[in-house]
């Protein structure tokens, strides 16, 4: 697999002193579903904003699609390759209209106005935002449509990798889904989709590798599976695998110590019961 975002050696002090991230690698190829997890303040939004050159590395680099992020001029070329959906909206949406934020993007890179509205409609379209929402203003939409909003003005960009950070936080059950399953959709479709989150349930139903920071640095990077598969590890980072994990792993080799979903659990329970019914 050709790696698109090549990680090295990448430390990140703030400008007022604070050190966020030490000595991180990570290489990530392409058509990848990552999910970034860690405690509160280890570093999971700053490593984002390094991803995509909004922060340039304090030491070691960063290379999108052969871009080095440090490089002079580069941000437009970065825009097209890697987008970022902040943590909080919000931070994010700064035009008057719900139009003129999805074409902010498209407009920045001088494409023609032809070429302007038509990934505008097609970015919406594919978020899910409705011509009839153009004229209203961000602010007076909800959390859930501001978020589209947010991720349609990042796909008007046609990046390859897109990296959301929190999809989910604040949500209800219904709204999540609905998100993730749209997330899944852009990642079928052949984008790398980078989520950032708490949520461990969501990150083993969607994400096939885990980058589990602790402290600014990588804790873990593996499978999904093989990460959920080490509560030990992962407990250095406050973060417990979802529930029907911590099940298996207690049923003492009745079904697998690395299930991840609830329907996973009902085919290790079928095939124990088979297996007892057979030597019954
Ligand atoms: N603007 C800033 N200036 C100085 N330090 C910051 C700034 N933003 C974050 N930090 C510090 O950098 C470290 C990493 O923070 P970061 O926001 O990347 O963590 P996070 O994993 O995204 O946390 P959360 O889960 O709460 O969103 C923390 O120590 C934090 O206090
Ligand atoms: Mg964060």
Redesign the pocket.
Same mark, same amino acid.
């Given at each position: 697999m050709s790696q698109y975002l090549e990680v090295s050696h990448l430390d990140y002090t703030?400008?007022?002193g604070?050190p966020?991230l030490f000595d991180i690698n990570v290489s990530i190829g392409e058509q990848e579903f990552v999910a970034l997890i *860690?405690?509160?303040?280890? *570093?999971?939004?700053?490593?984002?904003k390094c991803m995509n050159g909004l922060f340039k590395p304090t030491s070691g680099s960063v290379i999108v699609d052969g871009i080095d992020t440090r490089g002079k001029g580069v941000v437009k070329q970065l825009v097209t390759r890697i987008g970022y959906v902040f943590?909080n909206p919000d931070h994010q949406l700064f035009n008057d209209s719900v139009q003129k934020e999805i074409a902010y993007g498209p407009r920045n890179i001088n494409l023609s106005a032809a070429e302007v509205k038509a990934r505008v409609d097609e970015a919406a379209k594919v978020a899910g935002v409705s011509t009839d929402l153009y004229t209203t203003h961000p602010f007076f939409l909800p959390k859930g449509l501001r978020q589209r909003v947010a991720i349609a003005s990042i796909l008007a960009l046609k990046p390859r990798t897109i990296i959301v950070?929190?999809p989910t936080t604040g949500q209800d059950m219904r709204q999540s889904i609905e998100v993730m399953e749209f997330l899944e959709s852009l990642w079928q479709a052949g984008h790398t989709i980078i989520i950032?989150t708490?949520e461990m349930s969501i990150v083993a139903h969607y994400a096939r590798r885990v980058i589990a920071?602790r402290q600014?640095r990588v804790l873990l990077d593996d499978t999904t599976r093989a990460v959920f598969a080490q509560p030990d590890m992962l407990r250095q980072t406050y973060v417990e695998p979802p529930q029907i994990t911590r099940v298996a792993q207690r049923l003492d080799g009745l079904t697998p110590r690395d299930i991840l979903t609830v329907e996973e659990m009902q085919d290790a329970f079928r095939s124990a019961v088979s297996r007892i019914e057979k030597k019954g």
């Open positions: 703030y400008p007022d604070t966020a *860690g405690q509160n303040g280890s *570093g999971k939004t700053t490593l984002s943590q950070d929190e950032v708490h920071l600014g």
